[in-house]
T-cell receptor
């Protein structure tokens, strides 16, 4: 089955700096790679996703890159703000399996003012 | 409804007891997923429904776990003979159509504690 590895497990940055979180996956059939943000005690919420036919996607301060050959994808947050502090999860899924996602273990991001 | 609703939000039970967790998905969403999240871990896939049928139950850890979705809307996750290792937050998610956008909308979860 799919195995998703995520690094780092914790990340602390100063407000205004950039944050990068990296993930690798094992199943070459995976073609959908979302990122979810989970604040303490809250539900995970989708912040951005990318499909295997695209190498990069950007939405304001958030961008995701995908390297299918190397089987890794990354989340980039620029101009970080304290409200970006949360746990971020990467995931991989495959459309033929109904997008049943395999999640990484998460990265706890702390943005200090 | 406006979002995915899960009940109960918290459940404390004793080892060996039977537990049911309920999920009410977003109206019109045909795909429904159950995940389990232990402390400090990512959500772990359990089972996925497309309509009334379980399209993929490969994540269910053993035969003590079972889920149903008899009318293609509300789903119930059933856990028999609970064990302490079953303690976790059980997350339900729904999706408009599993073959379309892929975005999962999660509920707030049901926190299960087995004493």
């Amino acid at each position: 089955g799919e195995n998703v590895e995520q690094h780092p497990s914790t990340l602390s940055v100063q407000e205004g700096d950039s944050a990068v979180i990296k993930c690798t996956y094992s199943d070459s059939a995976s073609n959908y790679f979302p990122w979810y943000k989970q604040e303490l005690g809250k539900r995970p919420q989708l912040i951005i996703d990318i499909r295997s036919n695209v190498g990069e996607k950007k939405d304001q301060r958030i961008a995701v890159t995908l390297n299918k050959t190397a089987k890794h994808f990354s989340l980039h947050i620029t101009e970080t703000q304290p409200e970006d502090s949360a746990v971020y999860f990467c995931a991989a899924g495959e459309s033929n399996s109904g997008y049943a996602l395999n999640f990484g273990k998460g990265t706890s991001l702390l943005v200090t003012p | 409804g406006a979002g995915v609703s899960q009940t109960p939000s918290n459940k404390v039970t004793e080892k060996g007891k039977y537990v049911e967790l309920r999920c009410d998905p977003i109206s019109g969403h045909t795909a429904l997923y159950w995940y389990r999240q232990s402390l400090g871990q990512g959500p772990e896939f359990l089972i996925y429904f497309q309509g009334t049928g379980a399209a993929d139950d490969s994540g269910l850890p053993n035969d003590r776990f079972f889920a149903v979705r008899p009318e293609g809307s509300v789903s119930t996750l059933k856990i028999q003979r609970t064990e302490r290792g079953d303690s976790a937050v059980y997350l339900c998610a729904s999706s408009l159509n599993a073959g379309a956008t892929g975005e999962l909308f999660f509920g707030e979860g049901s926190r299960l504690t087995v004493l």
